[in-house]
């Protein structure tokens, strides 16, 4: 079957650095995506990887493994609004996103 | 303001009843996509669209229907409504669906969400 994985809650502090993992099994593969969800708000694109390395894109990196089905979001220099549920979502052969639940990262002062 | 928009905000429904959520584009995406996402759960596609006049079902499509009559408009309609349908309901769209142009898909956008609650 296909499978997102991804931690429920993490907690930084802000100014830190956080890393959130993303294991993904999927029928293909067409790409990662991550995105940024607010609480009751509509997720938000943050990043895209099709290609094996790391994709940086100003506070925040992603990388991907296709070898091992892995992906991680980086997030530097950590800001309160930062505070949101970030959703991995892996791209199978019909191009169908399949979706992890989401980590929600806590940021303390 | 370019985007998504999904009516109504929210709505507290009897069951048995049917609603049906709305939900418009002026981006002139072609593919759009209705997901529900519940707490603990990630978003799970219901119906789906690559380009008007075509549909397709996803994850959990029982008890919904979806149609595209063109490519600005995506409705979702729950025929009889059950508490389980309880949710919130994101509509979704993106620039190209690789089904139909072999493009990558680069992101979706997608609308504020109807949050729905049968009683």
């Known amino acids: 079957g296909q499978n997102i994985d991804q931690p429920t809650e993490m907690t930084a502090t802000e100014g830190a650095i956080v890393q959130i993992n993303c294991t993904y099994q999927?029928?293909?593969?067409?790409?990662l995506f991550w995105y940024q969800q607010h609480a009751g708000e509509a997720p938000t694109f943050l990043s895209y990887?099709?290609l094996d390395g790391l994709e940086e894109k100003g506070r925040f990196s992603s990388f991907l493994s296709r070898s091992k089905g892995y992906s991680y979001l980086l997030l530097k220099e950590l800001q309160m609004k930062d505070s949101a549920s970030y959703l991995c979502?892996?791209?199978?052969?019909?191009?169908?996103?399949?979706w992890g639940a989401g980590t929600k990262l806590i940021i303390k002062p | 303001t370019a985007g998504i928009t999904q009516a109504p905000t929210s709505q507290i429904l009897a069951a048995g009843r049917s609603m049906t959520l709305r939900c418009t584009q002026d981006?002139?995406?072609?593919?759009m996509y209705w997901y529900r996402q519940d707490l603990g759960l990630g978003l799970r596609l219901i119906h789906y669209?690559?380009?008007?006049?075509?549909?397709g079902k996803g994850e959990v499509p029982d008890g919904y229907s979806v149609s595209r009559a063109n490519t600005d408009d995506f409705p979702l309609t729950l025929a009889s409504a059950v508490p389980s349908q309880t949710s919130v309901y994101f509509c979704?769209?993106?620039?190209?669906?690789?089904?139909?142009?072999?493009?990558?898909?680069?992101?979706?956008?997608f609308g504020s969400g109807t949050r729905l609650t049968v009683v």
């Open positions: 669209s690559n380009t008007a006049g075509t549909t």
């Open positions: 979704a769209s993106s620039d190209s669906s690789e089904a139909v142009t072999g493009l990558p898909n680069y992101g979706y956008t």
């Open positions: 981006m002139r995406h072609n593919a």
């Open positions: 990887n099709v």
């Open positions: 979502a892996a791209s199978d052969s019909n191009y169908q996103l399949i």
């Open positions: 999927t029928s293909g593969f067409n790409g």
